[in-house]
Nanobody
Framework: VQLVESGGGLVQPGGSLRLSCAASGFTFSNSVMSWYRQVSGKDRELVAM????????RYADSVKGRFTISRDNAKNTVALQMNSLKPEDTAVYYC?????????WGQGTQVTVSS
């Protein structure tokens, strides 16, 4: 099983980034996919979640209206479009897969929002 995140980096406040997670080794289309983030010294927190069909999504209150999660079951990818970024969005962002039998995590990608 592999979850490989990409797209992180340094962006100014108000800017945008698009994270992508490429999945392999499990049945992606049946899995619930999520993005989490973690700041050093704090617990990992759920940012956004998308169910298998793609029609149902959930967001943390702190990112509602700014972030959008999407998935492409044909390409086994999940994305997180992040707009109107704030310094408090700075964190390591992780892709997570829940197959119903097991949970898998990516290695994380750093997002830094700073002027």
């Amino acid at each position: 099983v592999q979850l490989v995140e990409s797209g992180g980096g340094l962006v100014q406040p108000g800017g945008s980034l698009r994270l992508s997670c490429a999945a392999s080794g499990f049945t992606f289309s049946n899995s619930v996919m999520s993005w989490y983030r973690q700041v050093s010294g704090k617990d990992r927190e759920l940012v956004a979640m998308i169910f298998s069909g793609g029609g149902i999504t959930r967001y943390a209150d702190s990112v509602k209206g700014r972030f959008t999660i999407s998935r492409d079951n044909a390409k086994n990818t999940v994305a997180l479009q992040m707009n109107s970024l704030k310094p408090e969005d700075t964190a390591v962002y992780y892709c997570r897969a829940n197959t119903g039998f097991a949970t898998y995590w990516g290695q994380g990608t750093q997002v830094t929002v700073s002027s």
